[in-house]
């Protein structure tokens, strides 16, 4: 069984910046992606950006030249994101494939307000 712990979300202005983790533990092979989607109230969820463990980086369009995905080690990944806006406030979550299996995290909230 994969675990895997974001952190770093909270309130932040217009403009601002935060930084989310993802830690990854338990049964693990070895992880081939991981990511971070985001959900809005009353919207889909949808790719914030990806990173394979080759370091191929794929983008939302919303978040591209603003936020930044990075594997810090093979089982954690970050996201900086700046210049964030209103738009941005949703539930981020951490996902990884590892051993042919999709995995994701709890969530952690992410407000954009003045």
């Known amino acids: 069984q994969v675990q895997l712990v974001e952190s770093g979300g909270g309130l932040v202005q217009p403009g601002g910046s935060l930084r989310l983790s993802c830690a990854a533990s338990?049964?693990?092979?070895?992880?081939?992606?991981m990511g971070w989607y985001r959900q809005a109230p009353g919207k889909q969820r949808e790719l914030v950006a990806s990173?394979?463990?080759?370091?191929?980086m794929i983008y939302g369009d919303s978040v591209k030249g603003r936020f930044t995905i990075s594997r810090d080690n093979a089982k954690t990944v970050s996201l900086q994101m700046n210049n964030l806006k209103s738009e941005d406030t949703a539930v981020y979550y951490c996902?990884?494939?590892?051993?042919?299996?999709?995995?994701w995290g709890q969530g952690t909230q992410v407000t954009v307000s003045s």
């Open positions: 338990g049964s693990i092979v070895a992880i081939s992606r």
């Open positions: 996902n990884a494939l590892t051993n042919g299996i999709l995995n």
């Open positions: 990173i394979t463990s080759s370091g191929l």
